[in-house]
């Protein structure tokens, strides 16, 4: 299949027309004005196989197509923050696992995941997800939630940013198949390989990136921000616990502030007996104001929270069914060998998916439409510059 050329900055570079196709096809989803949805594509694979750099340029031709901004996330906790703040985003959320260090990590982490893809259909934005070992995290991630996988590898452990593409309805047979067999069915269940030029970092300055909230980034920010956030690991817990122990003490401030309307001591021998200046009983008068108004913000975040977690509890006890399912129905089979391991070769690849469209590829295009879009992007390769994706379908 040929490639598409693409020009970022003073940077030009090709990418796999199928693989462009798919990315087309997400951008609709979150452009259309009708149904309101959100797109989630994974990159997964280990340490050093190119996931950062594959998601640079991900995002680039997803600038382009939607001339959306772009934020890149460390922690689940910030990414959640701004994807409830803001809408119409493309978010990278890379190696999330960086939590999973921290020792309560494992008790939420997967509400954290409910709770940050919920918000991504509200606001409709575009999360690009970085992370190893697809087993280690929930499977409403894995499988339902993205519409596909990238998973990188190291070609003998030279050639790095080779991919191999597994649409959205092979998720879950790639999901049961680890978790029944062990083994990790890449090569039988991918659409097509695909490689990914080494140019993420020469194109990262011109993508105007915000990393963990500070905006127009360059690359060296990258390591930066990773190294504060792999520092402040376990932050969280201990800010929680600051909170609480200083709405308590405001709490007893305001009690005590609040003896002089009983009329048995006035705010002089109170202050006096305290060993305080008046000033400050009286700003302690004044912080139930600020603590009901505090009180009502996080009843509210509480609220959502226990929706969320209500959520979680009911597809945790789906998933927990499925799996005795599963468990019950176990055949057991040999393992294929070296199935970890994808085939870079032609007899090992299943045809190009032009005579047939996913399920959710089929809510936006039909056979006419599919073939339009084919003639676009083979007039956009002639193209200097990839242009928008409205002005593209209206020419």
């Not at 901004?69 to 985003?89: D, G």
């Not at 700003?283 to 108004?293: A, G, P, S």
């Not at 399912?325 to 393992?335: F, G, L, S, T």
Request: hydrophobic share 35%; glycine share 4%; net charge negative.
């Amino acid at each position: 299949m040929s490639d598409i050329r693409i020009t970022v900055g003073d940077c030009e570079f090709g990418i796999d027309m199928r693989f462009y196709k798919k990315l087309v096809l997400m951008c609709k989803r979150v452009t259309q004005k009708s149904p309101a949805l959100d797109a989630c594509l994974e990159n997964e694979g280990l340490e050093g196989s190119g996931k950062t750099s594959a998601s640079y340029i991900e995002a680039a031709i997803i600038k382009q197509l939607t001339s959306r901004p772009i934020s890149l996330f460390f922690k689940t906790s910030s990414c959640i923050k701004f994807a409830r703040e803001t809408e119409n985003q493309i978010i990278i959320l890379d190696e999330p696992a960086i939590e999973s260090l921290s020792n309560d990590a494992n008790t939420t982490i997967g509400k954290d995941f409910l709770r940050l893809t919920t918000t991504m259909r509200k606001k409709r934005h575009f999360l690009i997800l970085n992370f190893t070992k697809f087993w280690k995290f929930p499977e409403f991630l894995v499988v339902d939630r993205a519409l596909g996988m990238v998973h990188l590898y190291n070609k003998d452990e030279r050639i790095i940013g080779k991919f191999s593409y597994i649409k959205k309805n092979k998720l879950e047979a790639l999901w049961n198949a680890y978790k029944k067999e062990g083994i990790r069915k890449y090569h039988k269940l991918k659409s097509f390989n695909g490689f990914f030029p080494h140019v993420g970092e020469k194109i990262f300055n011109d993508l105007d990136i915000s990393i963990e909230g500070h905006p127009h980034c360059v690359l060296s920010d990258y390591d930066k921000y990773k190294d504060e956030a792999i520092a402040g690991i376990g932050d969280n817990t201990k800010d929680k616990k600051k909170d609480k122990n200083l709405e308590k003490l405001d709490d007893l401030r305001y009690q005590i502030a609040m003896l002089t309307k009983t009329g048995k001591i006035n705010q002089v021998e109170l202050a006096t007996h305290l060993k305080i200046n008046g000033a400050r009983l009286r700003e302690w008068m004044h912080l139930r104001d600020t603590y009901e108004k505090d009180m009502e913000v996080k009843a509210k975040a509480k609220e959502e929270e226990e929706e969320d977690n209500k959520l979680a509890e009911e597809r945790e006890a789906r998933e927990k069914q499925l799996e005795k399912e599963r468990e019950n129905k176990r055949i057991n089979k040999p393992k294929d060998e070296d199935d970890d391991i994808p085939e870079d070769s032609e007899e090992d690849e299943e045809p190009d998916e032009e005579n047939g469209l996913e399920e959710w590829e089929k809510e936006f295009v039909n056979d006419e439409e599919a073939r339009k879009e084919t003639q676009v992007a083979m007039e956009i390769t002639q193209a200097p510059r990839v242009r928008s994706l409205t002005r593209d379908l209206e020419a």
